[in-house]
């Protein structure tokens, strides 16, 4: 199977990475596409997912001369291709763009992956990730590498990092909301909608920060537009709702909970509330004793991944 | 066609003023009501009089919506919003889910993979064999425990044409199989096998795929 060091032997990179769209001049662009990040459609308020479609169209070019053979990861006469696939939980969708095949005596490939994305048919997030398949095995593999996986259809793996594509919100992997409420109300309040923790995802729908944009003290939690690291406010209010999260999580659904928190078996969905959580407690290292660690650590968690100019969990 | 969202506090609230009230429809959007209505309410009163087995009530249902609701007018978008389903469960059909489930809030509104409507619908999609009467034939003679089986493993999406290929080569191999949960265990081998293998770059593509599957379970 491919690994990071396989993955990057073969030095890959995205040449270009452009969306387009059939209606005239309507431009999905994005706010500066990358591989692999985050990517905001029609943040210039055009383009929308119900009246228009999307076309996503990646080239990348990669050397794959040493997955061949004994020491690679396919047999050295078959013939391997790369596929961009995607996921939608949200749109109970997935599906694949075309495959480009490859082989051994093709030296340097320049592969140029298609993804059409039907208008209205979409939301929320589309994750895409890059893979290699067996497209035709090798006939007649030499005795060295009858260990390698030698069947049509057979994933050899994924390249590193995943891209999402927002179809709604604001591209931020945390679910911000703002509404305007009165000036009295809370600057913020949690929204916890969930039912079922280990099937719904952790969307705006389900639960979500939302921010009173007409509290008088929005704009120091606001602060100057695109301020490195988030405000101190911004932190604060962040680390709070975690800490509430979690709370609420326990109150509704202990044995979840119980299940997070002592690190036992829990069956849950990719994208759900309690996988997030079971990211955040287990990737973070949260200390579980009580709420005053609880929610100090999540303070310092908080503190670390703005300043580190990462702005998400 | 756009169908209003309802999100979980207010299906909460919605719910236990329908338990108060007896699940009777209250008003809301009558165009929609009048729509739904009709071709409900005649598999309902089939269903209530025992003309219908459970499974062929929720099969005619699932047939009802998926031509007033097709990806075509509400798109797959909407489809996959749970909030529309809650809205058409509790606000617009409240006593028809009742008339095949009783008091049980899963199937309005509480558990996604659960609410009735959302269910059937996706069944037929997923079944769907390109128009009504085809989907109804490969359907005959299935059972709730097919719709659980297909619906509930949705993954990080549903490979729909893959689905819909096993849905088609299932009544073949069920006939003749000595399994009387085939298609539970054909679901289980799929998403085994899935982890490993795209079946539409398989040999074969997803038909040939889907072929191997039946085949594996039939020679065991």
């Known amino acids: ?313 | 066609m756009i169908i209003p969202h309802i999100v979980n506090s207010v299906a909460e609230e919605a719910y236990k003023r329908l338990q108060q009230t007896g699940f009777s429809y209250k008003g809301a959007n009558p165009e929609l009501r009048a729509m739904l209505y009709l071709p409900l309410n005649e598999i309902v009163k089939k269903f209530t009089s025992k003309e219908y087995k459970e499974y062929t009530a929720d099969i005619e249902a699932g047939l009802v919506l998926y031509s007033l609701f097709s990806p075509d007018k509400i798109g797959l978008r909407s489809a996959s919003d749970e909030g529309i389903w809650k809205y058409l469960s509790i606000e617009i059909a409240p006593d028809l889910v009742y008339a095949r489930w009783g008091d049980k809030e899963n199937r309005f509104w509480k558990e996604k993979r659960r609410i009735w409507l959302k269910t059937v619908w996706w069944f037929i999609h997923l079944s769907w064999q390109g128009d009504e009467e085809s989907t109804r034939k490969i359907l005959q003679d299935l059972t709730t425990d097919e719709i659980v089986q297909l619906v509930e493993r949705a993954g990080s999406g549903y490979r729909v044409d893959l689905n819909r290929e096993i849905m088609k080569q299932l009544p073949a191999y069920r006939s003749k199989s000595t399994h009387r949960d085939i298609f539970r265990v054909v679901m289980k081998f799929n998403t085994a096998r899935l982890i490993a293998t795209e079946p539409s770059f398989s040999e074969g593509g997803t038909v040939g795929y889907v072929r191997r599957l039946f085949n594996s379970l039939s020679q065991r």
């Open chain 1, 1 to 313: 199977m491919l690994d990071r060091q396989a993955a990057a032997r073969i030095g890959w990179m995205p040449e270009s990475f452009r969306f387009s769209c059939s209606t005239p001049d309507v431009d999905p662009e994005s706010n500066g596409a990358s591989w692999p990040g985050p990517v905001t459609l029609g943040h210039q308020g055009i383009w929308n997912p119900v009246e228009h479609d999307l076309f996503l169209e990646i080239t990348m070019r990669f050397n794959p001369a040493t997955f061949f053979g004994a020491e690679g990861i396919a047999c050295s006469n078959a013939a391997l291709g790369i596929v961009l696939e995607w996921t939608s939980p949200e749109s109970s969708q997935r599906g694949h763009s075309n495959i480009v095949p490859f082989r051994r005596e093709s030296g340097k490939v320049k592969a140029t992956l298609f993804l059409r994305f039907d208008r209205n048919q979409f939301r929320g997030q589309v994750q895409l990730s890059a893979s290699f398949y067996v497209v035709e095995p090798d006939s007649a593999p030499d005795s060295a590498e009858r260990h390698l996986a030698n069947r049509s259809g057979l994933c050899l793996g994924s390249l590193g990092g995943t891209c999402s594509l927002f179809f709604d919100g604001n591209g931020s992997l945390f679910p911000f909301v703002e509404y305007a409420g009165l000036p009295d109300d809370a600057l913020w309040r949690i929204r916890y909608e969930s039912s079922d923790p280990c099937e719904d995802l952790f969307v705006a729908d389900m639960v979500c920060l939302e921010i009173n944009n007409r509290h008088p003290d929005y704009p120091a939690y606001k602060g100057v537009d695109g301020q490195k690291g988030g405000t101190p406010m911004e932190r604060q209010i962040v680390a709070s709702w975690l800490t509430m999260f979690l709370l609420i999580l326990k109150e509704r659904n202990p044995d979840v909970f119980e299940c997070l928190k002592n690190d036992t078996y829990l069956k849950f969905s990719d994208g759900s509330i309690a996988h997030f959580a079971h990211y955040l407690l287990s990737t973070f290292q949260i200390n579980r004793e009580n709420l005053q660690n609880l929610s100090a650590t999540l303070n310092k968690v908080v503190a670390g991944q703005f300043l580190d100019g990462a702005g998400t969990l």
